[in-house]
T-cell receptor, first 111, second 116 residues
Framework: SQQGEEDPQALSIQEGENATMNCSYK?????LQWYRQNSGRGLVHLIL?????REKHSGRLRVTLDTSKKSSSLLITASRAADTASYFC???????????FGGGTRVLVKP | GAGVSQTPSNKVTEKGKYVELRCDPI?????LYWYRQSLGQGPEFLIY????????DSGLPNDRFFAVRPEGSVSTLKIQRTERGDSAVYLC??????????????FGAGSRLTVL
């Protein structure tokens, strides 16, 4: 079973626009992470936010976490064609060992 | 090595055959994970190792699936009597996470298994 569920499932935007995707999860977490997967490749870690943090930035990425709503959002600002990929949220449980992924948001950035 | 290496990158087999998929993690990473990913889906957890032992194998779908990591480095995922439903990309990831630390995974490129 998958802990996190991303929304929307797919997103199509023009280059330069912002892309926002959301993740909801069910049980308490220690950390929430976002990963990117280009077609036919392995996943690459983007950013981690801890359960006691509310917002984090890394370059053009902004992640928020609302533990009361059990949800997170990933914002990609000023998108580029190279941002075209699938984005997955991943959560760990109380033990912090097993990482569970959501179904992903497929983002298409049109030049 | 510099990254997580998985072999073979592609495997086509016939229903009922036995398959082994190999993962060579980043040197020094104590944790190793196996996931399965079907087309258009997120990675589905199978099993993870801390050192040589399987710390959590709750994701293995049935007893046809088995994984080992005898020396705490390379791992092999073994699938017996393959079925068409086993077709997927099998992803391996490793982590240097210590107790209480954040678990950031480095993934390999995956092994695509096709069962005819």
């Amino acid at each position: 079973s998958q802990q996190g569920e991303e929304d929307p499932q797919a997103l199509s935007i023009q280059e330069g626009e912002n892309a926002t995707m959301n993740c909801s999860y069910k049980t308490s977490i220690n950390n929430l992470q976002w990963y990117r997967q280009n077609s036919g490749r392995g996943l690459v870690h983007l950013i981690l936010i801890r359960s006691n943090e509310r917002e984090k930035h890394s370059g053009r990425l902004r992640v928020t976490l609302d533990t009361s709503k059990k949800s997170s959002s990933l914002l990609i600002t000023a998108s580029r064609a190279a941002d075209t990929a699938s984005y997955f949220c991943a959560t760990d449980g109380a033990a912090g060992n097993k990482l569970t992924f959501g179904g992903g948001t497929r983002v298409l950035v049109k030049p | 090595g510099a990254g997580v290496s998985q072999t073979p990158s592609n495997k086509v087999t016939e229903k009922g055959k036995y398959v082994e998929l190999r993962c060579d993690p980043i040197s020094g990473h104590t944790a190793l994970y196996w996931y399965r990913q079907s087309l258009g889906q997120g990675p589905e957890f199978l099993i993870y190792f801390q050192g040589t032992g399987a710390a959590d194998d709750s994701g293995l779908p049935n007893d046809r699936f088995f994984a080992v990591r005898p020396e705490g480095s390379v791992s092999t995922l073994k699938i017996q009597r393959t079925e068409r439903g086993d077709s997927a990309v099998y992803l391996c990831a490793s982590s240097s996470m210590g107790l209480g630390g954040a678990n950031v995974l480095t993934f390999g490129a995956g092994s695509r298994l096709t069962v005819l």
